[in-house]
């Protein structure tokens, strides 16, 4: 069973930096990827960021894209989403989760990712 755990988000102000961890069990090691993605109230969830297990290939969702970053720790058990010049429209429920279909073209769709953690709110003010 794989298994998630997010943590790191709270309140910032608009121009702040956090970083969110995602803490993850052994069985990764057969994630293809691990993705972050977000969900504000009333919108769908959205694409934020993924990573591949193998090579570090990383990929951004546009509305974060330059701002963000998604990293692996070490050792290989935590994956890192810095989150930097936050703005107030970034404010949702963040999400880890785990691809391990192996499709690149689906990397950013979250139907493809089999497991999911329980989220971390991040709230931005202006």
């Known amino acids: 069973q794989v298994q998630l755990v997010e943590s790191g988000g709270g309140l910032a102000q608009a121009g702040d930096s956090l970083i969110l961890s995602c803490a993850t069990s052994?069985?990764?090691?057969?994630?293809?990827?691990i993705g972050w993605f977000r969900q504000a109230p009333g919108k769908e969830r959205e694409f934020v960021a993924a990573i591949r297990w193998s090579g570090g290939y990383t990929y951004y969702g546009e509305n974060v894209k330059g701002r963000f970053i998604i990293a692996i720790g070490d050792p290989r058990k935590k994956v890192y989403l810095q989150m930097n010049s936050l703005k107030p429209e970034d404010t949702a429920v963040y999400y880890c989760a785990v691809d391990r279909n192996g499709i690149l073209s689906t990397i950013r769709d979250a139907k493809e990712y089999e497991y999911w953690g329980q989220g971390t709110q991040v709230t931005v003010s202006s």
């Open positions: 052994e069985l990764t090691f057969s994630a293809y990827a």
